[in-house]
């Protein structure tokens, strides 16, 4: 536990949880916090309503300390606290957003039935405390879309780079054991993408290429963040309105490549999309493979176009992951 002075400035509320007044979790939450603002050079901490994070048990790694019980996961990977705690009902609004086992299908995945029913467990251990299973890494495809200007802690890179810049909420990039404190205080350190200071764009690009479908999004996406890595790039020029599945591609490609957390981009004009003839929807797929629990209605709408028009034989398996609410 934290002893000794800090500069971080806490509030009374903040100073009770600390100092054991609101149960151990919450003591061992802002201990986390503190040491956690400390070493960023955080003033103070920040109120947050919407924390996004992971809060699983799905991996075989974790077998051993599941065996102890959820308390013990909870303490150990989200609080990095070496006691156990009985962890009691989420302070603030949280959503998970990655799991590796589909909790129907786990035999086509190959997982064994322990580990299929060990991540139902824990499930049911985190829903009964308020955390809501999105099993996604896009939360805000599902209904956890911030305001303008709210303070956030979320975790996933594409996610955090959606959220500071086309919705225009702030949050840094979280870990699992941020995100669990977070959820249990309602704070996390004022630093990084919090303060207006450091949201301001770093580099003008003029694009000078027209950018339309998908592919150029995520082209666009890989270039950018290697060239800027974890700066903040401004996009002008040749853009034509982009959808959100196309914004949500550019994001990640340039978290990807770089480190992008954030960008600007001043509203495009509106033109008319040309049609383009070797775009993706005109190509024959032979195989497709998306990322974790992230493809929307639109992307899997766009998906089974695609292989309605396909000549393919191809006999390859699809498998689409997608959010269990989206």
């Known amino acids: ?113 322990d580990l299929a029913e060990q991540q139902k467990r824990g499930e049911a251990f985190f829903g009964q405390r308020g955390i809501n299973m999105h099993a996604t890494c896009t939360p805000y495809q599902v209904g956890n879309v911030p305001v303008l200007g709210e303070h956030c802690a979320w975790m996933e890179s594409s996610a955090v780079v959606y959220c500071n810049s086309v919705l225009g909420a702030r949050t840094n990039t979280e870990g699992k054991e941020s995100t669990g404190a977070a959820a249990l205080t309602g704070r996390i350190p004022y630093w990084g993408f919090h303060l207006d200071i450091n949201r301001r764009g770093t580099h003008l690009v003029e694009v000078a290429i027209p950018v339309e479908d998908i592919m150029d999004w995520g082209l666009l996406g890989y270039w950018l963040g290697e060239i800027v890595q974890d700066e903040i790039p401004v996009l002008t020029g040749a853009l034509i309105r982009p959808m959100l599945i196309k914004l949500k591609h550019f994001g990640a490609a340039a978290s990807s490549s770089g480190g992008v957390e954030m960008y600007h981009l001043p509203a495009p004009r509106l033109r008319r999309a040309r049609w383009r003839r070797h775009s993706p929807a005109d190509r024959s797929p032979t195989h497709c493979t998306l990322g974790r629990r992230n493809a929307g209605v639109p992307t899997r709408t766009s998906i089974a176009q695609a292989n309605a028009r396909s000549t393919s034989s191809c006999s390859v398996a699809r498998t689409i992951p997608s959010s269990r609410s989206g």
Request: proline share 3%; charged share 20%; hydrophobic share 40%.
């Open 1 to 113: 536990m934290w002893s000794g002075r800090t500069d971080v400035c806490l509030t009374d509320h903040e100073k009770a949880m600390l100092d054991g007044s609101h149960g151990a979790a919450k003591a061992r939450a802002m201990d986390l916090l503190l040491r956690y603002g400390q070493a960023l050079g955080a003033e103070r901490l920040v109120e947050t309503n919407n924390v996004a994070g992971a809060f699983n048990a799905s991996t075989p790694s974790v077998r051993a300390l599941a065996a102890r019980g959820f308390d013990a996961v909870y303490s150990e990977l989200n609080l990095d606290s070496n006691d156990v705690v009985e962890v009691p009902r989420m302070a603030v609004n949280t959503c998970q957003l990655i799991t590796g086992i589909d909790n129907a299908k786990w035999r086509i995945q190959g997982i064994p039935d």
